[in-house]
């Protein structure tokens, strides 16, 4: 595809249960990120990687999150035993190389209510 | 700790006026930032960007300005289109070795062009 896909676009879990999101960034973008939404509040760094590699996880809000990606190709991001306020949308984006001069490009994102 | 701070939540202005959009930062290292504009249900999508070298960068419509002893920055778009209605998010990093690519982002600002 031309842009960032994000699966699924919308989640709905209970309290407790693992969720698990996706990301397959643009073809040959080497940098890629994680970021989170809360409501009526700004976008919060989580994660990025630089092709397979996870230099800062500082973003992390917890021990029950995680992240991984294969190569430079597809990212999930795990969130273990979800609780109420992980409810965000979650974006990812990706860039051709992780340098100041070098866009983001976001995915539309998955919009996460833990009930 | 909020280092990039967007203070109006909303704008409105009437279509053809000037819309100016303000984001100030705590931060003395960031030295590059960017304007990002998001769509209901839609990743941000890059605007423009400035490097803490200049005061001053146009494209089209939006010139970006960028006041480093005030720390603050500002969009101006002119004229206002209806179709510019979108939340603006403020975003900057610091171009140093390492990090450059993570982007600390403000709360946004709603922008409503009347027609």
């Known amino acids: 595809g031309a842009g960032v896909s994000q699966s699924p676009s919308n989640k709905v879990t209970e309290k407790g249960k693992d969720v698990e999101l996706r990301c397959d960034p643009i073809s040959g973008h080497t940098a890629l990120y994680w970021y989170r939404q809360r409501l009526g509040q700004g976008l919060e760094f989580l994660i990025y990687f630089q092709g397979n590699s996870a230099p800062d996880k500082s973003g992390l809000p917890s021990d029950r999150f995680s992240a991984e990606r294969t190569g430079e190709s597809v990212s999930t991001l795990t969130i273990q035993r979800t609780q109420q306020e992980d409810s965000a949308v979650y974006l990812c984006a990706s860039s051709l190389q992780f340098s100041y001069n070098s866009p983001l490009h976001f995915g539309n994102g998955t919009r996460l209510t833990v009930t | 700790d909020q280092q990039v701070k967007q203070n109006s939540p909303s704008l409105s202005v009437q279509e053809g006026r000037i819309s100016i959009l303000n984001c100030d930062y705590t931060?003395?290292?960031?030295?590059?930032f960017l304007w990002y504009k998001k769509y209901p249900a839609e990743g941000p999508t890059f605007l423009i960007s400035?490097?803490?070298?200049?005061d001053k960068n146009e494209d089209g419509r939006f010139t970006v300005f960028l006041n480093k002893s005030a720390k603050h920055l500002s969009l101006h778009i002119v004229p206002s289109q209806p179709g510019d209605s979108a939340v603006y998010f403020c975003?900057?990093?610091?171009?140093?070795?390492?990090?450059?690519?993570?982007?600390?982002f403000g709360q946004g600002t709603t922008l409503q062009v009347k027609p």
């Open positions: 400035i490097s803490s070298i200049k």
């Open positions: 931060n003395s290292m960031f030295d590059y």
């Open positions: 975003a900057a990093s610091v171009d140093r070795a390492g990090n450059t690519g993570k982007l600390i």
